[in-house]
């Protein structure tokens, strides 16, 4: 079993309880503008309060678009680890440095949608923050990885296509080493996947506490993900597990 966070913005409406089965495509919760919209910088970008201030590419005053970045993080080497986009659009209101909270001012023409269940499974977590399902379908199990989470559009790529078309997806990689990997996270790739890296650059970026999470898989697990090219998967670095959403 495997658990899919999903997060949900303040004032929606839970349409689910823990312990619920859900299926694919299933209506979760009803989200509603809300007048202020609350991002928690610190919490999702794993840093202190006081370091987010330090993260932040918008400022109070600012227009923002849903899905814009608005705090960057980067890792010991400069490069970016992490992007943190806004769910919704508005106006950025007050950043409140006591908690590490952005707050954003949403426009009232914005209208209520539904938020969708991407796999089948059993609800785990249900508050105001996320919904968690629990699954065990559409699982390729890795043979090892690092980092955190990542859920994006999968693509297959060699070191010769590292540019912005690699930006938010995962990179489905042929014999990505060291420099290739570094550079693959620092334009802005989400997550990594591949048969084939050296286990001393694996160790090295372990050693860096990448959130960006990498799984090796094997060489039979290459032919069950080329299928899903242009497909979204979710990655869980720490236990090497991939979810095929689509």
């Known amino acids: 079993m495997v658990s899919l966070p999903i997060i949900i913005s303040q004032g929606a409406t839970i349409l689910v309880n823990v312990g619920d089965k859900v299926t694919q495509g299933q ?4 989200v509603s503008p809300s007048v202020e919209h609350a991002i928690n910088v610190a919490e999702l970008l794993k840093v202190s309060h006081k370091k987010a201030p330090s ?16 705090a960057v993080r980067k890792n010991g080497f400069g490069l970016t680890s992490a992007r943190l986009r806004s769910n919704v659009a508005g106006t950025v209101l007050r950043f409140e440095p006591e908690t590490g909270i952005l707050v954003i001012g949403n426009p009232s023409s914005q209208k209520e ?16 923050d996320q919904i968690v399902i629990q699954t065990n379908e559409n699982i390729v199990q890795g043979t090892g990885g690092i980092g955190a989470t990542a859920r994006g559009q999968l693509i297959a790529a060699t070191s010769a296509d590292l540019n912005g078309s690699i930006i938010d997806k995962i990179i489905l990689a042929h014999d990505f080493d060291r420099e290739a990997l ?11 996947i ?5 286990s ?16 090796l898989i094997s ?5 069950t993900l080329v299928k899903q090219v242009n497909k979204e998967v979710f990655l869980e670095g720490s236990t090497y597990i991939i979810l095929l959403l689509a």
Request: charged share 20%.
């Open 27 to 30: 209506e979760l919760a009803k």
């Open 55 to 70: 993260l932040l590419q918008v400022q109070p005053g600012d227009k923002v678009e849903a899905g814009q970045v608005i």
């Open 113 to 128: 949608y539904a938020l969708l269940c991407p796999i089948a499974g059993v609800v785990q977590v249900c508050h105001n």
């Open 182 to 192: 570094i550079k693959a996270i620092g334009i802005g790739a989400v997550g990594i």
């Open 194 to 198: 591949s048969n084939k890296i050296d």
């Open 200 to 215: 001393v650059d694996m160790n090295y970026l372990q050693q860096k506490n990448l959130v960006v999470p990498i799984i």
């Open 219 to 223: 060489d039979d697990t290459v032919k």
